[in-house]
């Protein structure tokens, strides 16, 4: 086995498990943690389904964001969106078997590869000209945005420009899914590639991408709007101490 | 001349650099509003331009009947940072918005206070990074490692001082969260802050000495049980001689069927006391029997704005108490809009639960809001309404940010919006909304709400109210508006100030129940 690929096995490795403990632990953070008082912003939904409605609206249309600014929303959208494909896409590198409607998204792929590519761009060039965007812009945005396009890029490049030789690529993936690394191809893009993936793995928990995780957690749209009807209670806000001070107050001469 | 010089130049304690304690604050009658348009344009941003408004700090005596440390204390930055950490275990919403907001910008044109000042730090992402930067660099591997390029501040006093000016520029309105992709509260951020600043010895005077006055006396205006009684019974005269009808407004009647908790400034701020009228008419003319209490004075519970739960409990146990004294079967709440949001949402929680271990009938929304309250007695026709009597008014709605992002009336999604509007309608002929954009849950905040409603800073007021302001005047231009319906005690105190300042009539500001009382017909029912 050569030494780029001992190099690049024990990277996949570290940034899979960096990224799913990491993950996890954010996860287990926002679950953990209590939410003492009812802030659904309202209207909201005053039973579950409701909020299931409200929250699906949220993850797969992003109604407030459509809500709030068209142009972020749409350059958000498509983004996500090829994100989306491409990922599905990726399904038939580390399995055997591609079902029947995923073979049907490759004659889109390239478009969808297209249009993540541009909300991309988009979204960055939005970060400089608008001033009010350029204002709250830090470093990282950029470097994760730039961290994105290098991986569209370099996705789309040797898919569909400098053609990487797919079926060493399936075998290498597919050794590392089942434990047994296998030679990896050394075709330039493809180490570019999965340098920057794995490189956005291991940055994932530590960054604001937990948005992913973290939007199912947000409370005020993952409450149900029934304060009335049940009484929310959470440890460290259960006790009402100071309900003893209030009967404990002696009465204003009057 | 140089000595004159160098006695005037005064040595700055860390407290009074930070919260400007040492600046000059602006002359009321020099503060000036900006000029009505009847739109609302989205401004090229000016960094600093509301950096120099802050509200006075709270003096020792108001820190310390807070519990709180009377002045900055010597390790602030680590006793801030670890209070930080407490409330990042204690409060899901905080813990979850530090680390999600991805900075999208759907957020930054929203804020009236941005509106209306320009400034940018007013945009909420920019206000909510004033506390995440302290975040990241405390307790994220991300910040610890790549300081200011993921965005990561040491919280020095520069910051320290930022944080008194922008998180005294949020009335919590929630507008924000309604447009962000994750539902992102900043009003949760900004509580946080506050109680941080409060925490390290920064607080602000005006919200800290009203709650100290709601703690030893009983409300906001600090009127005790005797001179409650007795604006009660003066506004009894008033009534009997303007309509001959002997209306009665009853304070600690045991047994009383209901306990009405309304905010203090109705009891004789103008234009709140004209809604207390209406209530104590819709009651009068129901016949059922009902009290305040002078335990329980105070609708308005100023802990939520300052993010301090045992004082946001502590003053809502006076509510608990009154319930055990007076023991009505039914508990209802004026018009007040952050009051609204406490008693139908935390309410239950932090005094509860209201149910009949309380005596409380469990056939009636416990809380139940006063408009869902006269609705439904006219629905049924309990009372009738005379809409001619309001036919000089062309009414319009403004909705309270915190009844209308925090709470609901009613049994169903919206019922916040529809309720209020009803009234008004079976009170009068006619009825114009605002612009959809401004209403609803999209409505502006009056501008004068979260504990900013102060003269000092009369500014951030002025500029708050904006949005709102061009929104009226659009719809005086076309409808020829003029009565400015309100549900809140807060809206009431803020527009009567500001509208003058817009060139308006400061009598074209008035509550729900004013227009309620003056439709209602008083006498012997068919």
Known sequence: MSG????????????????????????????STPAPLKIPQTPAPVA????????????????????????????????????????????????????????????????????MLGGLMMLFLLRLVVDRTNFITVMTDYILLVLLIGIAGTGLLLKHFYRTDVTSVKEFVLGLVSFNPQEMPADAFF????????????????????????????????????????????PWAAAPESIQIASNMTQEEG | MAETAAEQEEVLTDLEIVTGAKEPKPKIGDVKAPELTGSIKVPKIQPG??????????????????????????????????????????????????????????????????????????????????????????????????????????????????????????????????????????????????????HIGVGQKYVNSIIIKLHEIGNNLGMNPKALKATLES????????????????????????????????????????????YAKVFHQAGISWTFSSTASEAGNFGMFIGNYSHMQR????????????????????????????????????????????????????????CEFTLDLVKRGAIKLDKSANDEFVPTFHDSCNVARGSRMGDSPGGQFDIPRELIKASCNRYVDMEQETIMEKTFCCGGGGGLLTDEILDVRLQGAMPRMQ????????????????????????????????????????????????????????
């Open chain 2, 235 to 278: 506004t009894e005269e008033d009534i009997e001689e303007e309509d001959g009808v002997p209306v009665k407004l009853p304070v600690d009647q045991v047994g009383a069927d209901i306990l009405m908790v309304t905010p203090s400034a109705d009891f004789f701020a103008s234009p709140h006391v004209e809604s207390l009228i209406g």
């Open chain 2, 315 to 370: 003053a809502a146990s006076r509510i608990r108490k009154a319930i055990e004294e007076i023991r009505p079967k039914r508990l209802i709440v004026g018009e007040c809009g952050h009051a609204w949001r406490i008693a139908y949402s935390f309410w239950n929680t932090l005094i509860g639960p209201l149910d009949q271990s309380l005596g409380l009938d469990p056939k009636y929304p416990r809380p139940q809001h006063i």
């Open chain 1, 191 to 234: 180490i570019i590639h999965i340098t920057l993936v794995f490189l956005l793995l291991i940055y994932f928990p530590f960054s604001k991408l937990m948005h992913s995780g973290g939007i199912f957690f947000s409370p005020t749209r993952n409450q149900v709007d029934n304060a009335r009807d049940k009484r929310l209670v959470t």
């Open chain 2, 471 to 526: 929104a009226y005047q659009n719809i005086k231009d076309s409808h020829g508006a003029n009565f400015f319906a309100l549900i809140c005690a807060i809206c009431k105190a803020q527009f009567t100030k500001v509208f003058p300042k817009y060139g308006m009539p400061m009598i074209e500001v008035g509550g729900v129940h004013q227009l309620v009382g003056r439709a209602i017909e008083l006498g012997a029912k068919e």
């Open chain 1, 48 to 115: 579950a389904p409701g909020v299931a409605r409200r929250m699906v609206a949220e993850v797969t249309l992003f109604k407030s964001l459509f809500n709030g600014n068209k142009i972020i929303w749409l350059f958000g959208y498509v983004f996500h969106l090829g994100l989306l494909v491409a990922l599905l896409k990726h399904y038939r590198f580390a399995f055997d078997y591609s079902p029947s409607w995923l073979v049907y998204l490759t004659t889109f792929e390239l478009y969808a590869g297209l249009i």
């Open chain 1, 4 to 31: 780029l690929t001992i190099f690049f096995v024990i990277y996949a490795y570290v940034a899979i498990l960096f990224f799913i403990a990491g993950f996890l632990y954010r996860i287990w953070k926002y679950a």
């Open chain 2, 49 to 198: 331009a509301a950096a120099g408004y802050k509200p006075y700090p709270a003096a020792p005596e108001y820190m310390e009947g807070m519990d709180f440390p009377t002045t900055l204390v010597d390790n602030w930055e680590k006793e801030a940072v670890n209070k930080l950490g407490e409330l990042l275990k204690k409060y899901k919403s905080l813990q979850d918005y530090m680390d999600i907001c991805v900075r999208c910008g759907s957020c930054t044109d929203k804020c009236q206070f941005f509106l209306g000042s320009k400034d940018p730090k007013n945009m909420p992402v920019a206000r909510a990074d004033l506390l995440r930067k302290v975040y990241k660099k405390y307790f994220t591997t991300e910040g610890k490692l790549l300081g200011k390029i993921a965005g990561a501040e040491r919280f020095d006093l520069e910051l320290l001082g930022e944080w008194f000016s922008y998180f005294h520029q949020c009335s919590q309105c929630r507008r924000c969260s309604v447009f962000c992709p994750y539902g992102i509260d900043t009003a949760e951020i900004s509580m946080a802050a506050r109680e941080i600043m409060d």
